[in-house]
Nanobody, 115 residues
Framework: QVQLVESGGGLVQPGGSLRLSCAASGRIFRLNVMGWYRQAPGKERELVATVTTERNFYYADSVKGRFTISRDNTNVYLQMNSLKPEDTAVYYC???????????WGQGTQVTISS
């Protein structure tokens, strides 16, 4: 099993920045994909950004140009700039490895954008 632990959430004013971190531990072979999802109240969980071991990146249109994802073998980070109230959500770290693919989730960290 792989455990994912997020940190770095909090309350910030619109236009501010936050950096989320996620540390993976346990039975790690090769985390092919690491990324971040988010879920706002009353909405479905949505993909924010992912990065592969080959450094292929994906960003949701809503965060392009504002968020930057980065990683090493066992950690993934999300630098969030120019934050907006609509970025308010619980952010979940996500990772995958193996064949068949195993999916792992963190417990979530709250990000609140409010003045």
């Amino acid at each position: 099993q792989v455990q994912l632990v997020e940190s770095g959430g909090g309350l910030v004013q619109p236009g501010g920045s936050l950096r989320l971190s996620c540390a993976a531990s346990g039975r790690i072979f090769r985390l092919n994909v690491m990324g971040w999802y988010r879920q706002a109240p009353g909405k479905e969980r949505e993909l924010v950004a992912t990065v592969t071991t080959e450094r292929n990146f994906y960003y949701a249109d809503s965060v392009k140009g504002r968020f930057t994802i980065s990683r090493d073998n066992t950690n993934v980070y999300l630098q969030m700039n120019s934050l907006k109230p609509e970025d308010t959500a619980v952010y979940y770290c996500h990772a995958r490895q193996g064949i068949p693919i195993q999916f792992y989730w963190g417990q979530g960290t709250q990000v609140t954008i409010s003045s």
